[in-house]
């Protein structure tokens, strides 16, 4: 299947976030990994324990290397992203700055516990997910929230 009508039909079929975050995860989250983004399932782990926690997914390269650490939050979850800061002319955003992300309690918290994953592991790039919005952070900026 193509992975836009992939996207365009998990966007029709979740509209309402109504999701637990173990649903989200199941329903949204994993699709897009493995059916959009092609990861394959065998370079992902699931519920890592890292101290404080547990990362809900970390993606693997084919070198073995952790790539990415994703901290998954229930459908329902909304990060409050900007109005006007980094939209593009369809109304999507693509880059905002982490100083701007931190205005948000939602963001800032779910940053937060990412960023103390990546920096206990030593991973490069995070992400905080709804499913329906994707905030990608690269290390150099996790090691600033916080200090904002």
Sequence with gaps: MNQHL?????????????LNEADTRA?????????????????????VSIHPGYADYMLYNTAGKIA????????GVSFDFPKKAGLTSDNQIRFVSVRTLLTSQNTKDAMIQVRNYCLEIGS???CVTNGHEWIFLEY???VQIGKV
């Design 68 to 75: 990415l650490v994703i901290e998954a939050k229930r459908e």
């Design 124 to 126: 490069n790039f995070a």
């Design 27 to 47: 329903n949204v989250i994993d699709t897009i990994i493995h059916e959009v983004l092609d990861w394959p399932k065998s370079s992902v782990k699931r519920e």
């Design 6 to 18: 992939i996207l365009r039909t998990l966007s029709q079929k979740h509209n309402g976030r109504a």
């Design 140 to 142: 150099s900026r996790l």
